[in-house]
């Protein structure tokens, strides 16, 4: 697995925030593909769009539900199709079916289409460490590669980087002058990888999808890259997670209205790749073997929770990502794994561990504008919640991380608000404090006493820092009530 | 006049509004009244738990919610000026009891009778017409739509209906209307630099709304947002729903 850096979320996206570079190709981006998804929506009418996300939703229960049967299927259609699949129960074990298939076939190059979960896997490096020469061939994956970065996206890999940024990376790796118009950058990607394609032994491809009933695996693609990289090599390795099976081919056709629509706002992709087994003998070509790697990797974690389990639905369209207030802020990277925004927060920690992922599930108000735009209404705010409490109380204390303060916290707050008359005593306290207001050297009022301006006791200074916070008035809503409020009722 | 009378209604003024905002309760007792609705307030009333509940402290939470259930259980109706509080005891306190078949259905009892104070008026007491509470108010105002009551209550168009018809009110569109404000309860003070960057953005579109008043139903929000204004020496008046139609009331 690549490095786990969730553990610095906090260090991480306090240096985000600050780099001006990344605010602007995220304003940039992600609110584009909003706003085109929004004219789907409308064009659908928002009443048959809501009836395509549960007709979906069905089909991911269901499939989920059963999924040992669908799995099943799957691998009896696949090997009737003249392919294999291979089971592989984490990362080093699909690494190593990958590598295996790479040593025993001589494999020199290898071409890649856009594959999250071999991002998840990190296995590039375990290709290159055995001498195989790796090719990223979806344009963003392929500027991340040079940059020697991770996708800061799930559809849109090198969002955090502008056309000058990019212009700068070719021409440093490349060797070329710099350019930075948009076409010819692309032109000369297309060029340098057009020979990679031909000269390739192995295609790695991820999959959108992949159907039981035909044993087929399905991609989108709007490059092309990924037909390429599935037909041209003499070997095709299919590799994704076990969630991404669904029944049949005409569950598919609701996935393939819904994907698009929701990742960029395309009514559909430039390419829909279906794959079913090798190149068949009257086939003029494609490739001589075809592997399917099923990845686990954590996944049955989420299976074994009732609570966690719809994470499993999720087809990686990225359009939580694009309306959250918190990734526009911040971006991927500072997510600290592969998967980032708020779908990435429920599923980074249950794959990384939630104690190391501790402040994922945190990190947000909790809007909940991604379970209204997730095509398959995924209730992301009630797992992060779940996560939540499983930091604060899980009897398993690998998971119980929460830290003692606010433990403490959380119960002071509870047993103060079980008892009106210590509130009251309080409030009245903290009243008095506020009106001499020299024993209170941490915390300022402003000239007109209406405001406390920076304090310095956590909490509020963490509050204050760049807002007020209106100071105490003189009588509670309580008070009010009982001098006269409450006789006003006739 | 559209009122029902004879309606019996417990506030539950929630601790910000008790606190900090006392006036907000003062004017939703009042505008209340005005409607024809006897208003109770149940004393001993405290916090609904929410804080706790959403830092994943359950049993607090649960300690909390107890406290609720038993504090309104022979109300008629309860009202709650917030979309926040009205949806922890509408939604979250179901998920809080889903394994406690008594309190469970208890829970189910009080969210069937709680509203959030706007869709109390419009679709409880079928107020058509904010001039029914006598409201009047010079001036621009433009409107926050708060999370928890946009997308856990579903209360939309209840607020821009009663605003809509106050006489002399003047609305102005917020641009990027339904995007969160940045308080998210501790979530504002855990990770203040992501919730800074959310409010600074809220905010310079509520300038550039030029309204004179920010409108919401929570005042959780407005005092983020508000405190984030008069940081910046902005003149922008934050108001709730409640002191609009009790002709802006301070």
Known sequence: ?490 | MTATPGIRADLYVTCIIDQLYPNVGVSAVKVLRRLGVTVGFPEGQTCCGQPVYNTGFQNQARTLAKRVLAQFRDSEYVVVPSGSCAATIRVFYLELFADDPELLAEAKILASKTYEFSEFLVNVLNVQDASACGAVHKGTVTYHPSCHLLRELGVKTEPAKLLSSVPGLESRDLNGAEICCGFGGTFSVKFPHISEGMVTDKITNVQNSGAETLVACDMSCLMNMGGALNRQGSNIKIRHLAQILDSDSD
Not at chain 1, 298 to 324: F, K, Q, T, V, W
Not at chain 1, 343 to 368: H, R
Request: hydrophobic share 40%.
């Open chain 1, 1 to 490: 697995m690549p490095e786990i850096k969730t553990q610095d979320f906090s260090a991480a996206s306090v240096a985000a925030i600050q780099n001006p570079k990344l605010r602007r190709a995220l304003d940039r981006v992600a609110s584009g593909f909003e706003v085109a998804r929004l004219d789907r929506v409308a064009e659908a009418t928002p009443e048959i769009w809501d009836a395509w996300r549960q007709q979906a939703r069905d089909i991911k229960i269901h499939t989920i539900e059963h999924l040992d049967y669908y799995l099943d299927l799957l691998y009896t259609n696949v090997t009737a199709a003249g392919g294999q699949l291979h089971f592989a129960k984490d990362a080093d074990q699909a690494n190593e079916i990958v590598a295996h298939i790479a040593r025993t076939r001589n494999v020199k190059v290898a071409t890649k289409s856009k594959s999250m979960v071999s991002e998840e896997l990190a296995l590039n490096p375990v290709l290159e460490s055995i001498g195989v020469e790796v090719w990223e061939t979806d344009l963003g994956e392929y500027i991340i590669q040079l940059a020697e970065e991770t996708p800061s996206h799930l559809v849109a890999p090198a969002l955090h980087k502008s056309k000058e940024d990019v212009a700068e990376l070719f021409s440093e790796k490349l060797g070329i002058p710099y350019d930075e118009d948009i076409y010819h950058m692309a032109a000369t990607a297309r060029e340098v990888l057009r020979d990679k394609f031909m000269e390739a032994d192995l295609g790695i491809s991820g999959a959108n999808f992949v159907v039981a009933e035909t044993g087929s695996l399905v991609i989108i693609t709007n490059e092309g890259n990924g037909r390429l990289s599935t037909s041209a090599p003499r070997i095709h390795i299919g590799i994704t997670g076990m969630e991404k099976v669904i029944p049949s081919m005409q569950d598919l056709s609701i996935f393939l209205r819904l994907l698009p629509r929701s990742a960029t706002g395309q009514r559909i992709t430039s390419y829909v790749s279906m794959t079913t087994g090798p190149r068949r003998s009257d086939d003029e070509d494609g490739p001589e073997e075809f592997h399917l790697v099923l990845v686990d990797n954590g996944r049955s974690r989420m299976l074994a929770d009732p609570a966690l389990r719809e994470a499993l639905y999720c087809i990686r369209c990225g359009a939580c990502l694009n309306i959250c207030p918190v990734y526009a802020r911040i971006g991927g990277h500072a997510y600290g794994w592969v998967y980032p925004g708020p779908i990435g927060a429920v599923v980074s920690p249950m794959l990384v561990g939630l104690k190391q992922a501790k402040e994922l599930p945190q990190a947000s108000s909790l809007c909940g504008a991604c379970r209204e735009v997730c095509p398959i209404k995924i209730d992301i705010p009630r797992m992060l919640l779940d996560l939540r409490k499983k930091t604060a109380e899980s009897p398993d204390l690998n998971i119980r991380s929460a830290p003692k303060s606010e433990r403490i916290l959380a119960s002071l707050f509870s047993s103060l608000m079980s008892s009106p008359r210590l509130l009251s005593t309080a409030v009245g306290f903290a009243n008095l404090l506020q009106k001499t207001e020299r024993i209170l050297p941490f915390s300022h009022l402003t000239k007109d006493r209406k405001w406390i301006r920076n304090s310095l006791v956590p909490p509020l200074s963490r509050w204050t820092r760049s807002r007020d916070l209106p100071a105490l008035p003189k009588q509670t809503f309580r008070d009010i009530w009982n001098k006269e409020l409450s006789r006003d009722d006739s």
